[in-house]
Structure formats: structure tokens, C-alpha cells
């Protein structure tokens, strides 16, 4: 069981999940602190939720240190893991992260809910407002309280700023409703015209209500 296969079987699903949403976006590779980290697939709605996969020719090495960057970013996360690194894979990440197995049978992957993901109880404001671009933060001051003082900053003095000045509740809704709006933005693969080629038992798993 290779990373495509497992990848292909979690964007099927949910590509087939979000079937005409069109407030949904489903999103491969996505960049994270300053897009020196990235994660397999992201569902970004009315939260954020991340995807990681690790197949059976996949290691566990980087898992901790995944784990610590996409706790600071994701509402949600889970993973989708080889049958064979579950039990390890469990001992590494958080009680809220969900957990997915997947596995081979017939020829077909399979994915099996294990657990289900919570609520992330310590997304960093910091870290949320490095996900917008310099423009979109200049964007995001004039719309909260006006951008004096600010029109020359960095986009890191930016991102501070809006990390201070906005709630989490709203910093979060901006930056969700911003990366939906980006045009032709990384690899998007809602809408793609995607066979159903595994056997899937899952409960909704990229769905929101909004926070």
C-alpha cells in the first residue's frame, strides 16, 4: 500500500462527501508556516481540517514533529494511517486528533473510522495570521480598524498585529474565508471528476457546522 494509493482512497471520499458544496474547499500539499510545511489534504469550510497520511511504506519519523505544527494551525486533524503503524501511530498523537485506518483488501483500500477528530482546544492566532499573504492582511486591518501605521509593515508585523487585534473567532473565520477565495490555489481536487475505486466505511469526517 503506497501514499498515492491511500491518498487516492481519502480525496475520493471526500470529493464524493462535498459533492456540490461550494463553500467547501478540499485542497492537496497545503502550505503551512510560510509553506515550509505542508499537509496531505485539507478540507477548509467551516473549520479547517488536515488530513495526514502515512502509508505502509511510510515511517512515523516526522509524526511528532508534524504533530506539534499542525496543532497550532488546524481546528481539526486527523490521520489516516497503515494498519500496521496504528498502534504506534496512537501513542504520538493527541486524544483529539481522529484517527483513520486503512488498509488492503481484495486489492481495494479500505478506510475504517477508529476515532473520531475533536475541536482543537489551542490553535495559535500567531500562526493563523501567517496564513494570509501580505495583501490579504492589509486587507483584513482596513476592514478591522484601519491599517495606520501599517501600510509599509512586513507581513510578519502584519500577521502580529492581526493576531492581536482580532478574536480567535473571527481571526479564524477571515483566514478560512480568504484561502477559499484564492484563485487556482495549489492542488484543489474538489470537482474533480474522481473514480471510486476503494471500498470506503466513514462516517462524515470533513464536514463543519462552524465554530
Given amino acids: 500500500m ?3 494509493d491511500v491518498r487516492s482512497a481519502i480525496c475520493d471520499y471526500l470529493v ?7 463553500d467547501t474547499m478540499i485542497i492537496e500539499e497545503m502550505g503551512i508556516w510560510a509553506g515550509a510545511v505542508r499537509i496531505d489534504v485539507a478540507v477548509i469550510n467551516g473549520e479547517m481540517h488536515g488530513f495526514e497520511l502515512k502509508s505502509a511504506s511510510d515511517t512515523l519519523g516526522r509524526l511528532p514533529s508534524q504533530r ?10 486527523t490521520l ?8 504506534k501511530a496512537m501513542s504520538i498523537v493527541p486524544e483529539w486528533w481522529g484517527v483513520i485506518t486503512a488498509f488492503e483488501e481484495d486489492g481495494k483500500v479500505e478506510l475504517q473510522p477508529f476515532r473520531e477528530a475533536a475541536l482543537n482546544p489551542g490553535v495559535d492566532p500567531l500562526q493563523m495570521a501567517r496564513l494570509l499573504w501580505r495583501d490579504e492582511a492589509l486587507d483584513c486591518l482596513t476592514r478591522f480598524g ?12 502584519l500577521a502580529k498585529e492581526i493576531s492581536e487585534r482580532l478574536s480567535i473567532e473571527d481571526l479564524c473565520e ?4 480568504v484561502l477559499k477565495r484564492r484563485p487556482n490555489w ?5 470537482g474533480d471528476n474522481r473514480k ?15 465554530r
Avoid: N, W
Fill in 2 to 4: 503506497r501514499d498515492a
Fill in 16 to 22: 464524493e462527501l462535498h459533492a456540490g458544496d461550494r
Fill in 68 to 77: 506539534e505544527l499542525y496543532d497550532r494551525v488546524f481546528d481539526r486533524v
Fill in 80 to 87: 489516516v494511517v497503515a494498519d500496521k503503524h496504528q498502534s
Fill in 146 to 157: 484601519g491599517t495606520k501605521g501599517f501600510k509599509s509593515a512586513t507581513a510578519e508585523k
Fill in 174 to 177: 477571515e483566514v478560512r474565508t
Fill in 186 to 190: 495549489l492542488r484543489q481536487v474538489l
Fill in 196 to 210: 471510486m475505486t476503494i471500498s470506503v466505511d466513514l462516517h462524515p469526517l470533513g464536514s463543519a457546522a462552524g
